[in-house]
């Protein structure tokens, strides 16, 4: 088992930046990746980005590319996602999710998933 808690959400101004962590703890070691993914009201849950953990290939839609950065530390084993030149279409709530194979872009692929952070941007 993997548990995954996400911290970092809250409301921002369109145009500002938040930075999303993830903690990742218990049988981390066997993790392939870990990604994030969000859910805006009424919408299904989608792919924003995703990191293999031990050689560090990046994944982004391109919804977010040029905006928005994943990073993962190793020795902490958290995830980050660092969000700049928010839009009022990426209000969502943003999930933390670890996956034990790939492919690391499909969400279907994803056995761990923390809570869920809301983020909000206001126009």
């Known amino acids: 088992q993997v548990q995954l808690v996400e911290s970092g959400g809250g409301l921002v101004q369109a145009g500002g930046s938040l930075r999303l962590s993830c903690a990742a703890s218990?049988?981390?070691?066997?993790?392939?990746?870990m990604g994030w993914f969000r859910q805006a009201p009424g919408k299904e849950r989608e792919f924003v980005a995703a990191?293999?953990?031990?050689?560090?290939?990046?994944y982004r839609a391109d919804s977010v590319k040029g905006r928005f950065t994943i990073s993962r530390d190793v020795a902490t084993t958290t995830l980050y996602l660092q969000m700049s030149s928010l839009k009022p279409e990426d209000t969502a709530v943003y999930y933390c999710?670890?996956?034990?194979?790939?492919?690391?872009?499909?969400?279907?692929?994803?056995?761990?998933w923390g809570q869920g952070t809301q983020v909000t941007v206001s126009s």
């Open positions: 218990g049988r981390t070691a066997s993790t392939y990746a």
């Open positions: 999710a670890a996956t034990l194979r790939p492919p690391i872009t499909t969400i279907t692929q994803y056995e761990y």
């Open positions: 990191i293999t953990w031990n050689s560090g290939t990046i």
